[in-house]
T-cell receptor, first 114, second 111 residues
């Protein structure tokens, strides 16, 4: 069964460093998302991406964040200069079509900023 | 924006017991999903259920969209059911499909 994959599973970085989190969505999906979950809290929407552009972003998704689909399979989230408060689990998700349908999540990348 | 409230926040059960988790939402929705977050942090899809009733083994879910709530039933609970259960909705007014999550119900099943 197709699934969303994410790498790395765990990333440790120093404050101020750039990190790139990678995702491979399900191959015939058209809508892509990043979510964040700070330890012990609920999952929060960061950004949605369709047709090679951002379709919606949350207040969390400031200028330090960017997303890219560099080729036909990968979808990346870049944090330019990490802060301590960026420590969280980051989930990538995808869904197939416009309209109401199921969203599938990757296993997450746990980012630890020291 | 839409509010998603889950109850109870915490639940402790003995193995074999049944439970009902509730999700209330404050506005119309296009999509509703239930997830189980396992001890490794992974979000496992349980149900995609914008309306109606579905069953999968010991789990079942019902969404009454007109009354803005959904219920997740767990029967004959097992220790492996422990974890956090999240309800998430796509607001009816949005068109990007973003999911808005509730705070979750933390379930502990004791042997």
């Amino acid at each position: 069964e197709p699934e969303v994959t994410q790498t790395p599973s765990h990333q440790v970085t120093q404050m101020g460093q750039e990190v790139i989190l990678r995702c491979v969505p399900i191959s015939n999906h058209l809508y892509f998302y990043w979510y964040r979950q700070i330890l012990g809290q609920k999952v929060e929407f960061l950004v949605s991406f369709y047709n090679n552009e951002i379709s919606e972003k949350s207040e969390i998704f400031d200028d330090q964040f960017s997303v890219e689909r560099p080729d036909g399979s990968n979808f990346t989230l870049k944090i330019r200069s990490t802060k301590l408060e960026d420590s969280a689990m980051y989930f990538c998700a995808s869904r197939r079509l416009r309209g109401a349908n199921e969203q599938f999540f990757g296993p997450g990348t746990r980012l630890t900023v020291l | 924006g839409i509010q998603v409230e889950q109850s109870p926040p915490d639940l402790i059960l003995q193995e074999g017991a049944n439970s009902t988790l509730r999700c209330n939402f404050s506005d119309s929705v296009n999509n509703l999903q239930w997830f189980h977050q396992n001890p490794w942090g992974q979000l496992i899809n349980l149900f995609y259920i914008p309306s109606g009733t579905k069953q999968n083994g010991r789990l079942s879910a019902t969404t009454v969209a007109t009354e803005r709530y959904s219920l997740l039933y767990i029967s004959s609970s097992q220790t492996t059911d422990s974890g956090v259960y999240f309800c998430a909705v796509v607001p009816g007014s949005g068109n990007t499909g973003k999911l808005i999550f509730g705070q979750g119900t933390t379930l502990q099943v004791k042997p």
